[in-house]
Structure formats: structure tokens, C-alpha cells
């Protein structure tokens, strides 16, 4: 009786890789890191477990990217930063994909919003934070959801 060497009809199972496929699936997306555009990605999705402190600041950051791009970069710095600081040698699971990731998304967005000079940001987020307050604090539009 000869073994068959892995043809169409001899089943191959592995199963602890087909799981383990599934859940990497997940973890390492990689449109956005090549460049590819699939779509918009939402950094607070891509969040590992270990760095969930920061998801406030990034969906801060993608709520106002439309009204102030400017802002929204200075929130995903400051992310990347408190991220840095979390896990500086990027040693919990999916910390180095993700801080790449946003590395390569604050070097994006720094050319697109460059002719700001860094002298004005702090000005630049006091000025956007009072817009927002008379905006969606003196309007009433307090019932907003995190």
C-alpha cells in the first residue's frame, strides 16, 4: 500500500494552524501598512489589548479629522507616545504591527498638514477645543456618545 505525498484527494489536517490562521487573521491586517486603500481604517479598532488607555485619544482624533486635520494628527502623536511609553520594546502582542502602523500614519499625515508650523499647535488645540465647546456644549448637544 503506497502513501499518497499530499494530492487533491489526500486530506491535510492541521489543526491547530487552521485555527491559528483564523485569529491572525484579525490581528494583522495589512491594508493600510503597504499603502493599499481598502477604505478608511479606524486606528481605535486596531488598538491591541494592552495599549486600550489610548483608544479615547484616537477616536478623538477621528471624530475631528474632517473639522481640523491638524488636531487630529497632534491627538494620534500624542497616542503614539503614551503607546510608546506603555510598551517601549513593543513586546505585547500586535504592539509593534499597531505602532508601525501609526507611525506610518502620523509620517502621512505630518506632509499633509505641514504648512502649520509646530509653534502653533498649542494655539491651534486651544482654538479648535473653544469651537468645540460653543459647538457641542452651548448648543446643547451634550447627549453626544463617547
Given at each position: 500500500?503506497?502513501?499518497?505525498?499530499?494530492?487533491?484527494?489526500?486530506?491535510?489536517?492541521?489543526?491547530?494552524?487552521?485555527?491559528?490562521?483564523?485569529?491572525?487573521?484579525?490581528?494583522?491586517?495589512?491594508?493600510?501598512?503597504?499603502?493599499e486603500?481598502?477604505?478608511?481604517?479606524?486606528?481605535?479598532?486596531?488598538?491591541?489589548?494592552?495599549?486600550?488607555?489610548?483608544?479615547p485619544?484616537?477616536?478623538?482624533?477621528?471624530?475631528?479629522?474632517?473639522?481640523?486635520?491638524r488636531?487630529?494628527?497632534?491627538?494620534?502623536?500624542?497616542?503614539?507616545?503614551?503607546?510608546?511609553?506603555?510598551?517601549?520594546?513593543?513586546s505585547?502582542?500586535?504592539?509593534?504591527?499597531?505602532?508601525?502602523?501609526?507611525?506610518?500614519?502620523?509620517?502621512?499625515?505630518?506632509?499633509?498638514?505641514?504648512?502649520?508650523?509646530?509653534?502653533?499647535d498649542?494655539?491651534?488645540?486651544?482654538?479648535?477645543?473653544?469651537?468645540?465647546?460653543?459647538?457641542?456644549?452651548?448648543?446643547?448637544?451634550?447627549?453626544?456618545?463617547?
Open positions: 500500500m503506497s502513501m499518497s505525498s499530499g494530492g487533491p484527494s489526500a486530506p491535510q489536517r492541521q489543526p491547530s494552524m487552521g485555527r491559528r490562521n483564523i485569529s491572525r487573521a484579525i490581528t494583522m491586517r495589512t491594508d493600510g501598512y503597504s499603502g486603500e481598502e477604505g478608511p481604517i479606524i486606528e481605535s479598532e486596531l488598538v491591541p489589548s494592552s495599549l486600550a488607555p489610548i483608544v485619544i484616537l477616536r478623538a482624533a477621528n471624530e475631528i479629522e474632517d473639522e481640523n486635520p488636531v487630529a494628527y497632534l491627538c494620534r502623536f500624542t497616542a503614539f507616545e503614551k503607546a510608546h511609553t506603555m510598551d517601549p520594546n513593543s505585547g502582542r500586535g504592539v509593534r504591527q499597531f505602532k508601525t502602523y501609526l507611525l506610518h500614519r502620523l509620517e502621512k499625515d505630518e506632509k499633509d498638514t505641514q504648512r502649520r508650523l509646530a509653534s502653533t498649542a494655539k491651534e488645540i486651544q482654538r479648535f477645543y473653544e469651537h468645540y465647546c460653543k459647538k457641542y456644549l452651548e448648543e446643547g448637544l451634550q447627549t453626544r456618545k463617547p
